[in-house]
């Protein structure tokens, strides 16, 4: 059985209103960053308790000091977490910790001395891969070949994502309003409730708006669940919210229909950005497309580097055999 971070006998339970579990995650605005950082704040827990506890809430987790902190990372190592995923975590339980600072429950010595984590350090390429062209128009035809309102919605939804670039959880919190079809426009809110603006190409404008002849409604979600018998899921307000997960599931499942092999709403989005730095759109343009803070993120994406070092390698011709 593993240790304990913190003793059993100091751990005391904490109050709800006064947790700083909840409050951390009630600042989140995304329901996607609140469900993976509440994952993360889960696992940290257990590691805490020695695998006593079931989740987050009610730990002590202003009970943590320098040496316990120091001690979870190396945990998460020695589990061969990859340093990413690793990092994750460090962030979760940087923010949870100055949650119980702020709510006066240690010191800022204590919250700044128990903070004090460097970063795993390492270098990985982008996750995911390139989508190429035909892949996007077998899985378009696939959504042709559905005359339901899912196929008509789906290849709107695929457009969407193939032209801008879209993170799925931006995509699933698009509603009728952020479409401006004199300008070609949606607004996204991205992460941390930042807008931006993105643009439909003349294609995917056709597109949705095939989808908005069978939505007809004039508000609510611009994509939305669609039942067994093709009737839209609605609410008061209009059609419902689609999750991340569903439009994964979407790319997935028309994919699956099309015989082409696997890709993810990320892989989307990787080649979107490949796309316009290919084409010599400057970095900050697509920076500000995409939604990335930092235009080293945005940079991580530039297949031009990539195809030099190819082009190169190219260059060099193997010797035939031939005995000495």
Request: aromatic share 6%; with cysteine; proline share 10%.
């Given at each position: 059985?593993?240790?304990?971070?913190?003793?059993?006998?100091?751990?005391?339970?904490?109050?709800?209103?006064?947790?700083?579990?909840?409050?951390?995650?009630?600042?989140?605005?995304?329901?996607?960053?609140?469900?993976?950082?509440?994952?993360?704040?889960?696992?940290?827990?257990?590691?805490?308790?020695?695998?006593?506890?079931?989740g987050g809430e009610g730990?002590?987790?202003?009970?943590?000091?320098?040496?316990?902190?120091v001690r979870l990372r190396t945990l998460m190592t020695e589990r061969g977490w990859s340093p990413a995923y690793v990092n994750k975590h460090?962030?979760?339980?940087?923010?949870?910790?100055?949650?119980?600072?702020?709510?006066?429950?240690?010191?800022?010595?204590?919250?700044?001395?128990?903070?004090?984590?460097?970063?795993?350090?390492?270098?990985?390429?982008?996750?995911?891969r390139h989508v190429p062209a035909e892949v996007v128009g077998a899985a378009l035809a696939a959504c042709d070949e559905d005359p339901s309102p899912a196929g008509i919605r789906d290849a709107a939804l695929l457009a969407v994502l193939y032209s801008t670039g879209c993170r799925r959880a931006e995509i699933a919190g698009m509603t009728l309003d952020d479409y401006d079809p004199g300008a070609r426009s949606l607004r996204v809110r991205g992460k941390r409730d930042k807008e931006r603006l993105v643009y439909l190409t003349p294609e995917a404008v056709g597109r949705l708006e095939r989808w908005l002849a069978v939505r007809r409604h004039p508000a609510g979600a611009l994509f939305c669940p669609i039942g067994r018998y093709g009737s839209?899921?609605?609410?008061?307000?209009?059609?419902?919210?689609?999750?991340?997960?569903a439009v994964a599931d979407v790319l997935a499942r028309r994919l699956a229909q099309a015989g082409a092999s696997p890709r993810t709403p990320h892989d989307?989005?990787?080649?979107?950005?490949?796309?316009?730095?290919?084409?010599?759109?400057?970095?900050?343009?697509?920076?500000?497309?995409?939604?990335?803070?930092?235009?080293?993120?945005?940079?991580?994406?530039?297949?031009?580097?990539?195809?030099?070092?190819?082009?190169?390698?190219?260059?060099?011709?193997?010797?035939?055999?031939?005995?000495?």
């Open positions: 059985m593993s240790v304990p971070v913190v003793p059993e006998p100091s751990r005391p339970v904490v109050e709800p209103a006064r947790d700083p579990y909840l409050v951390y995650l009630d600042s989140l605005t995304s329901p996607e960053s609140r469900r993976a950082m509440r994952g993360c704040l889960d696992r940290l827990a257990a590691l805490v308790s020695g695998g006593q506890a079931t730990q002590p987790w202003h009970l943590l000091r320098y040496e316990h902190t460090l962030v979760a339980l940087r923010r949870v910790l100055r949650e119980a600072w702020r709510l006066g429950q240690m010191t800022a010595e204590e919250y700044q001395r128990a903070a004090d984590l460097p970063t795993v350090e390492h270098t990985r390429l982008p996750a995911g839209l899921r609605t609410t008061k307000t209009g059609p419902a919210p689609m999750t991340g997960q989307f989005r990787r080649t979107f950005i490949g796309e316009l730095l290919d084409a010599g759109v400057d970095l900050a343009t697509a920076q500000a497309l995409v939604g990335h803070s930092s235009p080293a993120t945005t940079a991580r994406y530039d297949r031009r580097p990539e195809r030099r070092r190819r082009e190169a390698v190219d260059r060099l011709t193997l010797p035939p055999a031939k005995p000495l």
